[in-house]
Structure formats: C-alpha cells, structure tokens
C-alpha cells in the first residue's frame, strides 16, 4: 500500500516545483492519506531561486517530513530530519536507532545548523551557487556543439554533447 509521496526540492535535473505544484501534490497527499516527504538536500538553492522563504515551500504547502541536509550547501556534514506533524514523528526515535547510523558527539554535528539557519547562511549560499551554475552555462553555451539538457533553476546543469552529424 502507498504510504509517502516522496520529492526531491530542487530535483535531480536542478528544476525546481513551484509553489502552485507544491500546493497541487500536497492535495493528492491529503486525498489519498499519503505522507508528503521532501529530501531538501538543495532546498536552499530552490529557496534562493524563487526568491522565497523555506517555510513558503515546505509548512505552507503542506510537507509532512522534511529531511534537511546542509553538506550540499556548506555544512560540513549533517541531516535533519523536520516533523510537521507530530503524529508523523511517533516511535522515530526508536526506528531511527534501529534502522540508522547515529553518530557520536551529534550535538557539534547538529550545532552547525545554528548560524546557518539564524544568520541566513543558508541563502547566500545557495544564491552564490545558483548565480555561479549560471555563469558557468552563459559560457559553455558558447560552444556549438554543447546543448542543455534541462533548464538552469539552480546549482545543477546537464548539458549534452551534439556528435558531428546531428543538425
């Protein structure tokens, strides 16, 4: 039986969902009784892009579980993982020890998301990130035999190379 309805904010091609998409998978979630879960790992840079809050593209929209990594926006390492909802987060504790690595000294690990959060570290990082994917494609798309494969929304680009007999 379905449980979750997992995504990835930004993708794995480095779109993003909107809000309006967002708000319309958290409706199938809320009629199906299904989990809406986030991997954030490039949250911020989806944040950053779209010029808005993390809150607006998670809470406000409806996500359940949020698992928030900084490693892919300068935290040395670490992961944490966002109850929305109380009831989602019962007997956690005892799964995650079952089921996890749980690593020694978690508190150094888990104190990094203290400035990052409060000193808005988070968006000047992923802001930096984005703008410098975005130089790097304003100079590869002056090769001619290099395509894009999807659009640049954040800090990923994939690009194709066009073999000499194509048009």
């Known amino acids: 039986m379905p449980k979750v ?7 794995e091609y480095g779109t993003m969902y909107t809000t309006n998409e967002l708000l319309s998978i958290s409706e199938v979630c809320k009629t199906y009784n299904l989990i809406f879960h986030m991997d954030g ?7 950053a892009a779209m010029n808005t809050s993390l809150r607006e593209i998670t809470t406000d929209v409806g996500v359940g579980v949020l698992s928030f990594g900084g490693a892919k926006n300068g935290l040395l390492f670490g992961e944490a993982i966002i ?7 019962e007997e956690f504790e005892y799964i995650q020890k079952q089921c ?5 000294k978690m508190r ?10 409060e000193q808005n570290v988070w968006h000047k990082n992923a802001h930096h990130a984005n703008l410098m994917c975005n ?9 001619p035999k290099v395509k894009l494969a ?6 990923q680009l994939f690009c194709h190379k066009i073999a000499k007999n194509s048009v």
């Open 5 to 11: 309805v997992s995504i990835s904010q930004s993708t």
């Open 41 to 47: 790992c490039r949250l911020p840079n989806a944040a």
């Open 108 to 117: 150094f690990i888990s104190a990094q998301f203290i400035p990052y959060l």
């Open 100 to 104: 996890l690595q749980l690593h020694s």
């Open 150 to 155: 999807f659009p640049v929304e954040t800090n």
């Open 83 to 89: 109850f929305f909802r109380k009831e989602l987060a």
């Open 135 to 143: 130089k790097l494609w304003n100079g590869l798309s002056k090769l």
